[in-house]
């Protein structure tokens, strides 16, 4: 199998073509959105992702683009489907686009003579592969699968910002399946991509759908303790959840990944996948008490964090400066964003807010009118009386110390830690003892 089409062009499956093209093979991306074909075909990236602009560069003889479904399934041996899959209303995920991309790819599968293997990379609901997208491709190519084509279910477990590598070196390879021949062929593509040093699972479709939001549930549920656990230490003498995670995540039970007191986990993964598996659960008869009290503990964060501010660091005059909104850093994306939720929950107060995000710029319409977004981190510092560091971006290890000495600090992920100013007694981080330092207000 040499020639493969990724059908959506965003944050996945942009970085999906470009590392197949990459690993060696001839990639048609193909994609609804004319404008974002017209960039990628410039060689450019429409999204923001370390190292995928060169990588583009780099593969631009192995990767073309098309918005002809038709043509990247008849010149093409798989074809790779990474088109969105919005939450509902009730918090399933929607197959609309899904369903559209199967109905184009099974008429263009009865036009084509051979086998085609196709890939779901999208995260579905369980049930989905064999309830809906295994029937259409029947229904719309009038061929069998297992027979003339294969399927698979293959999501990735990758962090934007770190997409590339993510796909390069993944724990672990998930694999659904339709029969042991389309199973085969993506363990196979999969060991190309990752020079074969990697584990690959493979069973039934309805288990590893299962099994792809099992993990991003169990992730949250971690996070979800860590900043209990940060929480606990603030109002401890002497407490320090870093001591507490970097001893605990030493246990192999436990593991340190993702077990860092912050103000909680955001983006348009994990909040919404955990939900997911919490109405999958309710969906057949049960209640998931982990999951439905992981993304209480998960909201919380947020009102508990406006709420401290607003008792402890600030008065109605404060100017509040939040640093980073993004819901991680090295990424633009502000879907679900705990920082955003800050600065928008501290302007609902009526708070004048200032913010500065390396990847925001003047304009962004996501941000409400109340917040003013700043050019550059020293004007948010010098604008505000209280800096929050919300998103720790490593920028902002570049602060102006003599600026920042002069303002209270709350650093919400202990970014300045260590390095924080000598001098400085108003600096407070989350997760840290907050018992023994006096009450301050800007
Ligand atoms: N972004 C991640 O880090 C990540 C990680 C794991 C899983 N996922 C899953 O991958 C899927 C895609 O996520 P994303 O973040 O890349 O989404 P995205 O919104 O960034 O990109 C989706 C792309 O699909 C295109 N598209 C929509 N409908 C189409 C159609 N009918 N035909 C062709 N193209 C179409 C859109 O124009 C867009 O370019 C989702 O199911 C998501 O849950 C994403």
């Not at 099974?106 to 086998?115: E, F, I, Q, S, T």
């Not at 819901?327 to 004048?352: C, H, I, R």
């Not at 604008?383 to 209270?408: E, G, H, M, Q, Y």
Request: glycine residues 10%.
């Amino acid at each position: 199998m040499q020639k493969i089409s990724v059908v959506g062009l965003g944050k996945l499956g942009l970085c999906l073509a470009a590392i197949l093209a990459e690993s060696g093979y001839d990639v048609i991306g193909v994609d609804i959105d004319q404008e974002k074909v017209q960039t990628i075909a410039r060689g450019r990236s429409p999204i923001y992702e370390p190292g995928l602009d060169s990588l583009l560069r780099s593969t631009r003889s192995a990767l073309s683009v098309t918005t002809d479904f038709g043509e990247a399934v008849s010149r093409t041996q798989a074809t790779f489907v990474v088109v969105p899959t919005p939450s509902e209303k009730s918090g399933e995920f929607s197959l609309k686009h899904i369903k559209a991309v199967m109905r184009e790819v099974g008429r263009a599968l009865a036009k084509k003579p051979g086998y085609h293997l196709i890939v779901v990379n999208s995260t579905v609901m369980p049930g989905s592969m064999d309830g809906v997208v295994l029937p259409t491709l029947e229904r719309e190519s009038g061929k069998i699968a297992g027979k003339h084509f294969g399927v698979c279910y293959n999501p990735e477990f990758v962090a934007l910002g770190d997409v590339l590598r993510g796909l390069r070196n993944p724990d672990f390879v998930l694999v659904g399946e339709s029969d042991s021949k389309a199973g085969d062929l993506v363990a196979g593509i999969q060991g190309r991509i990752c020079a074969g040093k990697v584990p690959v699972e493979r069973m039934s479709f309805v288990n590893a759908e299962v099994a792809k939001m099992a993990v991003n549930s169990f992730v949250t549920m971690k996070m979800s303790f860590a900043n209990t656990l940060a929480e606990i230490c603030e109002r401890v003498a002497g407490g320090d959840v870093d001591k507490i995670t970097n001893a605990i995540g030493k246990d192999k039970r436990i593991g340190g990944t993702y077990l860092k007191g912050g103000i909680g986990y955001g983006g348009p993964c994990f909040p919404r996948d955990n939900m997911a598996f919490a109405v999958f659960a309710k969906k057949i008869g049960l209640k998931a008490e982990l999951a439905l009290a992981t993304d209480r503990t998960n909201k919380r964060q947020v009102t508990r964090i406006v709420k401290l501010i607003e008792d402890r660091f600030s008065s109605p005059s404060t100017r509040i400066g939040v640093l980073g909104v993004t819901y991680k850093p090295n990424t633009d994306v502000l879907d679900s964003s705990q920082a955003l939720m800050v600065a928008e929950g501290l302007a609902k107060k009526g708070f004048e807010v200032h913010v500065y995000d390396p990847a925001v710029s003047q304009g962004n319409p996501v941000i409400s009118s109340g917040i003013q977004i700043e050019q550059d981190l020293d004007s948010c510092v010098e604008k505000s009386d209280l800096c929050v560091i919300a998103t720790p971006w490593d920028a902002f290890d570049k602060i102006d110390r003599s600026k920042i000495t002069k303002r209270i600090v709350l650093d919400c992920w202990r970014a300045l830690k260590g390095n924080e100013p000598g001098d400085i007694s108003s600096y407070f981080a989350l997760g840290q003892d907050m018992t023994s330092k006096k009450v301050v207000s800007a």
